[in-house]
């Protein structure tokens, strides 16, 4: 960064130079996985079930059939390393074959469910004018991944936990585990419009939460 805040010269050759690094490592990860490599298999489950079984948890109402989500979902992997062609990540692959799995598995609880199970999504959010044109925060409290408070961070996986589906789904995957708009996008098959109406009703609901325990904490 130079003294502005914006990219520097450094940073942008930085970037340029980690790509190229990255895509080798990658590739380096996938041959080791299509030739059986059992260790690089179970790091990659390692690595990526937590997440994976969030992203499934959204979709499914049970902690049991978001498990039966990831495990078929690994399965899927398994059965398609040799068809993966590399047009997106690695990651941003598998998780679309969990989403893919999850909506799947979905549709079938659906079939079952009552129609009053189904919440509909027109309650208001927080006044727009409080967030920036991207749809951050304008002024926002400790990001909850830096909150230490127990009390604190379980009022935000709760907020987070009661979204509806979308919302939750795209929460999740861009402040929680970090995600690119481009990549979020991509797995939830969301138009980048779409992507960030959803975004900015979920951060508004989950900030409301936290500002009201916030608020009676003082």
Same mark, same amino acid.
């Given at each position: ?15 340029? /130079?980690?790509r190229?690094a ?6 380096? !990860? ?22 994976m079984?969030?992203?499934? @948890? ?11 989500? $990831?495990?078929e979902?690994w399965?899927?992997?398994l ?6 062609e590399?047009?997106?990540? !690695?990651?941003? #692959? ?12 979905a549709i ?10 189904f919440a509909?999504d027109?309650?208001?959010?927080v006044?727009?004018?409080r ?5 951050? #925060? ?5 990001p909850w ?9 379980t @009022?935000?996986?709760r907020?987070?936990?009661? !979204?509806?589906? /979308? /919302? ?6 861009r402040?929680?585990?970090? #995600? ?17 109406? !959803?975004?900015h009703r979920?951060r508004?609901? $989950?900030?409301?939460?936290l ?8």
């Amino acid at each position: 960064m130079n003294r502005h805040g914006s990219p520097g010269e450094d940073d942008l050759m930085g970037a340029a /130079q980690s790509r190229p690094a990255e895509q080798a490592d990658e590739s380096a !990860l996938l041959a080791a996985l299509r030739a059986g490599d059992e260790r690089a298999f179970m790091m990659l489950v390692e690595e990526y079930t937590p997440g994976m079984r969030r992203l499934a @948890v959204s979709y499914v109402r049970t902690a049991a059939l978001a498990d039966d989500v $990831v495990q078929e979902a690994w399965l899927g992997v398994l059965k398609g390393l040799d068809r993966f062609e590399g047009r997106s990540s !690695l990651k941003t #692959w598998i998780y679309r074959i969990v989403a893919n799995v999850a909506r799947t598995r979905a549709i079938k609880e659906a079939r079952s469910a009552p129609f009053s199970s189904f919440a509909t999504d027109d309650e208001p959010s927080v006044d727009p004018d409080r967030f920036v044109a991207d749809g951050h #925060w304008g002024s926002a409290p400790e990001p909850w991944r830096a909150v230490l408070d127990t009390e604190a961070r379980t @009022v935000i996986d709760r907020a987070i936990a009661a !979204l509806p589906d /979308q /919302q939750r789904q795209v929460i999740e995957l861009r402040d929680v585990a970090g #995600w690119s708009s481009d990549e979020v996008c991509n797995v939830l098959d969301l138009s980048q419009t779409n992507q960030r109406v !959803l975004l900015h009703r979920a951060r508004s609901k $989950v900030r409301a939460a936290l500002e009201e325990y916030l608020g009676d904490h003082r």
